[in-house]
């Protein structure tokens, strides 16, 4: 079956540059959720977007925004990178099914600041 | 105030005997869903399990069942016939109200599984 697809896997950035992950979603669910886990954290919301429209928002710092493209793929763009940036974002997508909706994570991409 | 709470930091557990992962929640929504995650060292967030708040039986997914009780507000994870691969990071997670909202993470467990 067809998994969440993060990319890239790995990223290494200097402070103050910028990075964009990207997240391609399981075919034909329309909702895209982006969580960050700091080092032994447990993983907080970030932004989630329903059928291309924002739709929650979480503790997203002003310098990362994310938009979801006409295919459903998802981007998140991180400027002005801190050393706290650094950490695995998941991405995670789920169908609407009325009111059971699992959300299916993606592997994570890790990302660390120098 | 925290919504997901899990006092267990770890757990250990010997080779196929059962453990439970607690969990409580806090919620005023009527509509809310539960979901336990395994995530093992290489970090992937893996589905166990879910509940929901309308569910009238336990939900079960072969050795994972999980134990909801709605008046105390907790939704404990048994593992039975625990192997050595079911060493990981454990996290119960809350989704308040219909549709797709976000979950919200407890710290997590970790358990440990002893030969």
């Known amino acids: 079956a067809a998994g969440v697809i993060q990319s890239p896997r790995h990223l290494i950035k200097e402070k103050r540059e910028t990075a964009t992950l990207k997240c391609y979603p399981i075919?034909?669910?329309?909702?895209v959720y982006w969580y960050q886990q700091g080092p032994g954290q447990d993983p907080q919301f970030l932004i989630s977007?329903?059928?291309?429209?924002?739709?929650d928002k979480g503790s997203i710092p002003d310098r990362f925004s994310a938009q979801q493209f006409s295919d459903y793929h998802s981007e998140l763009n991180m400027s002005s990178l801190e050393l706290g940036d650094s950490a695995l974002y998941f991405c995670?997508?789920?169908?609407?099914?009325?009111?059971?909706?699992?959300?299916?994570f993606g592997p994570g991409t890790r990302l660390t600041v120098l | 105030a925290q919504k997901i709470t899990q006092t267990q930091p770890g757990m250990f557990v010997q080779e196929k005997e059962a453990v439970t992962l607690d969990c409580t929640y806090d919620?005023?929504?009527?509509?809310?869903?539960l979901f336990w995650y395994k995530q093992p060292s290489s970090g992937e967030m893996i589905f166990l399990i879910y509940?929901?708040?309308?569910?009238?039986q336990n939900a079960t997914e072969g050795r994972y069942s999980l134990n909801f009780q709605k008046a105390r507000k907790s939704a404990n994870l048994v593992i039975s016939a625990s192997q050595l691969g079911d060493s990981a990071m454990y996290f119960c997670?809350?989704?308040?109200?219909?549709?797709?909202?976000?979950?919200?993470f407890g710290k997590g467990t970790r358990l440990s599984v002893i030969a």
């Open positions: 995670a997508s789920s169908p609407d099914r009325g009111s059971y909706n699992e959300q299916f």
């Open positions: 075919p034909r669910h329309d909702t």
């Open positions: 977007f329903y059928e291309k429209m924002q739709s």
């Open positions: 919620t005023s929504d009527p509509s809310y869903g």
């Open positions: 509940q929901g708040s309308y569910d009238q």
């Open positions: 997670a809350m989704r308040e109200g219909p549709g797709n909202t976000p979950l919200v």
